[in-house]
């Protein structure tokens, strides 16, 4: 069995015509007899019924056409499959991160996938992990960087950094000469945290009601860094992952371990279960793995 006599067999069916299917292949119609007289002879079944005006497809014929379709198919997949490796020079991949987490890691790996693929681009979506786990679930962007956790039933997911959460406070600070705190200790602190669309604003104000209070909140903001010049301003503290100290460059603010504290801050990768990941996103998603430690270790070089 020839594929070139499935894709003749196929145009015949659809056209219900030799004559008709002819036009549309340009092969002639003792070629397209030729073929189904091939086809019939080696499925040992016939596959059309000629004897009304215009051809139907016998009960045999409409298995064979299911199939072809199947067959056709996949060839057609295979050949995009093998096309976009070839071409793996361009491309774009479209990346979910919540502003926080891009600030700290985006610039490094943006930089390490350009010098494999320069061709293809990396566009940024910053949202808070809310907003981009529902885009990568509605197949809107490729892949999440997020806070984790996240929902295992919808979500492919890749452990890629884990930090410990600590206290931000200025200076002179009531505070400030301790050498750790714990939550209990703040439970009279104005707190200033990320905006209720950020993980991270529900997962501070839930550390604090395990430990009996509810956190007064006297600020909210998108952006980390304005987060730290409020703090700066004494006009709250927050608790942020260690490693933004290390970003933050003003010197009337510092940090405070907190004790016995089960706060982690874990961030993941996500792609949508099910979807298909193209060749481009396959390499970065090696990158994000296989290579997290030397971007983090990037941040303090």
């Not at 874990?266 to 430690?293: P, W």
Request: a negative charge; glycine letters at 4%; hydrophobic letters at 40%.
């Amino acid at each position: 069995m020839e594929l070139r006599d499935i894709k003749s067999f196929m145009e015949v069916a659809n056209h219900k015509s030799f004559t008709k299917a002819s036009a549309h292949s340009y092969l002639s119609q003792p070629s397209l007899s030729k073929a189904i007289k091939k086809l019939e002879e080696e499925l040992h079944v016939q596959l059309f019924d000629r004897s009304t005006r215009h051809l139907q497809l016998t009960d045999a014929g409409q298995i064979v056409y299911q199939q072809g379709q199947k067959m056709l198919s996949t060839l057609s997949e295979l050949e995009i499959l093998l096309d976009e490796l070839k071409n793996i020079t361009a491309g774009e991949i479209k990346i979910g991160i919540p502003p926080l987490i891009g600030i700290l890691f985006f610039p490094d790996i943006a930089r390490r996938f350009h010098e494999n693929y320069p061709k293809i681009s990396l566009e940024l979506v910053e949202l808070g992990a809310k907003s981009v786990g529902k885009l990568v679930e509605d197949g809107t962007i490729d892949l999440g960087l997020i806070v984790m956790p996240a929902n295992q039933k919808k979500f492919n997911i890749f452990p890629f950094f884990e930090d410990e959460f600590v206290l931000f406070l200025y200076n002179d600070h009531p505070l400030a000469q301790r050498s750790s705190v714990s939550l209990e200790d703040l439970k009279d602190e104005k707190f200033i945290l990320f905006s209720d669309s950020f993980t991270l604003h529900d997962y501070v104000i839930q550390a604090c009601e395990q430990r009996g209070f509810t956190p007064v909140v006297s600020y909210r903001s998108s952006q980390w860094d304005l987060i730290v010049e409020l703090v700066s301003s004494k006009l709250g503290i927050t608790l942020l992952p260690k490693i933004i100290f290390e970003k933050q460059y003003n010197s009337n603010v510092k940090i405070i371990p907190i004790e016995n504290s089960t706060l982690r801050w874990r961030l993941g990768i996500i792609t949508k279960k099910g979807a298909y990941h193209s060749f481009a996103l396959r390499e970065l998603l090696k990158l994000l793995v296989n290579d997290s430690e030397g971007i983090v270790n990037s941040l303090s070089e």
